[in-house]
């Protein structure tokens, strides 16, 4: 299956914006989804695990969830702030292979 | 606190063998999944696979017979091979833990496919 993300999302500092990730055949909901950070030149880091678990250390301004109805899965940013200007990546899980999405940058106005 | 780095040659001749490690400290190489993830200039993320200590390995499809990955806990160490490689191989190269999510990542380490 292929996870599908916007290329590019934006909004002002302070805001909220939420990101999807829909997915092409199967259930979203039939295996986790994961969600990474990546700033610009630096490696990605694990930003939800299990659909909607935060890792120690990741603010609660992210938050994650999947929806059976839309087939997709949603990381919401709330109270933007500049230096949530980076790439998400969504991720999941096919049996043993992983996949992730396009990726969408996210652009703080 | 668990730490990677990947290290090998930063450009690799068309049709040759890239060859890189991922060094592991800070935990047990034994216990988890190692990945192999590579993401080409400007584009998105793409899993290439994964090794376990005990022998187990899970490769994308996408690389058929291309990839080979070991995992060596004398050295600490994960290994990628990528055969045959192309300009379209031309990516940087992270190792991750395969734990719940990629929960720890290598640096990365850029590698150029060129004559």
């Known amino acids: 299956f292929v996870l599908t993300q916007p290329h590019s999302v934006s909004e002002s500092p302070g805001k909220t914006v939420t990101i999807s990730c829909t997915r092409s055949s199967g259930r979203i909901d039939s295996t986790y989804v994961m969600w990474y950070q990546q700033r610009p030149g630096r490696a990605p880091t694990l930003l939800i695990f299990e659909n909607n678990q935060r890792p120690s250390g990741v603010p609660d301004r992210f938050s994650a969830s999947v929806d059976s109805a839309s087939n997709s899965a949603s990381l919401t940013i709330s109270g933007l702030a500049p230096e949530d200007e980076a790439d998400y990546h969504c991720q999941s899980l096919d049996g043993p292979y992983r996949i992730f999405g396009g990726g969408t940058k996210l652009t703080v106005l | 606190q668990l730490q990677l780095q990947e290290s090998g040659p930063g450009l690799v001749r068309p049709s040759e063998t890239l060859s890189l490690t991922c060094g592991v400290s800070?935990?047990?190489?034994?216990?988890?999944?190692w990945a192999w993830i590579r993401q080409p200039a400007g584009k998105g993320l793409e899993w290439i696979g994964r090794a376990y200590f005990y022998g187990d390995a899970d490769y994308n499809p996408a690389f058929n017979s291309r990839v080979t990955m070991s995992v060596d806990a004398s050295r600490s160490q994960v290994s990628l091979e990528l055969k045959s490689v192309t300009a379209a191989d031309t990516a940087v190269y992270y190792c991750?833990?395969?734990?719940?999510?990629?929960?720890?990542w290598g640096q990365g380490t850029l590698v150029t496919v060129s004559s």
């Open positions: 991750a833990r395969d734990d719940r999510g990629f929960d720890s």
């Open positions: 800070g935990d047990s190489i034994k216990d988890y999944y």
